[in-house]
């Protein structure tokens, strides 16, 4: 299987908890980003790096969260110090961009369903 | 900023009926557009892009043309199936100052097809 993977797909934890989320991207793919999408709504941007370098982040990552993409290839989300507010879908979607217009598609992930008690 | 108005579900059609589903949209740049689907139980799909003025987008018997002068890009389908229940999401891809290129959503629209 050539897609984006992510692990684990379901996710329960008490608040106050740390959680990560592993997300490995098409192989060929530069760019990679983070969303999260809540019940009824449409996924909403969080992150974004282009090979190892993290460069934007949405306002909705508060300092409890963190993304890396160690050597350009998987990334990691880790929450630390959960919140009930913070239970969502956690989807990683990676994409293969020059510095033109985004002609292509994003490819995403299946997600990760985090509940936080 | 940039932001994606869709037309509020759940929306509930016959088999074989034709389906519009309404997608209005705000950028800075000159975005290109897209329609994703979620299937139950799976996760987000490409449908079909456009990515240029007049560009008509089409997959499995779905179209939607880019509107500049109306900011538009309905979703259409002339016989839908009862395989076409799903969410479908509008979303435009917009180069931001970082050149990220992110994807904004609308809330999505929830389709059911009866028999």
């Known amino acids: 299987d050539t897609g984006v993977s992510q692990d684990p797909r379901h996710k329960i934890t008490k608040r106050g908890q740390n959680v990560t989320f592993r997300c490995d991207p098409i192989?060929?793919?530069?760019?990679l980003y983070w969303y999260r999408q809540t019940l009824g709504q449409g996924p909403e941007f969080l992150t974004y790096?282009?090979?190892?370098?993290?460069?934007?982040k949405s306002r909705l990552l508060s300092d409890r969260f963190s993304a890396e993409r160690p050597k350009g290839s998987f990334s990691t989300l880790e929450i630390q110090r959960t919140e009930q507010g913070d239970s969502a879908m956690y989807l990683c979607?990676?994409?293969?961009?020059?510095?033109?217009?985004?002609?292509?598609?994003?490819?995403f992930g299946p997600g990760t369903r985090l509940t936080v008690l | 900023g940039n932001s994606v108005t869709q037309m509020e579900g759940p929306v509930t059609l016959s088999e074989e009926a034709f389906l519009t589903i309404n997608c209005t949209y705000t950028?800075?740049?000159?975005?290109?557009l897209f329609w994703y689907v979620q299937y139950p139980g799976e996760g987000l799909q490409l449908l079909l892009k456009?990515?240029?003025?007049?560009d008509k987008g089409s997959n499995k018997g779905f179209e939607a043309t880019y509107r500049k002068e109306t900011t538009s890009f309905h979703l259409e389908k002339g016989s839908v199936q009862v395989s076409d229940s799903a969410v479908y999401f509008c979303a435009l891809s917009d180069r931001s100052g970082a050149g990220s290129y992110q994807l904004t959503f609308g809330k999505g629209t929830k389709l059911s097809v009866i028999p």
């Open positions: 979607a990676s994409f293969r961009g020059d510095s033109g217009r985004a002609l292509g598609e994003q490819f």
């Open positions: 950028a800075t740049g000159y975005p290109s």
């Open positions: 456009a990515t240029k003025a007049d």
């Open positions: 192989s060929e793919h530069n760019r």
């Open positions: 790096f282009q090979n190892e370098a993290q460069l934007e």
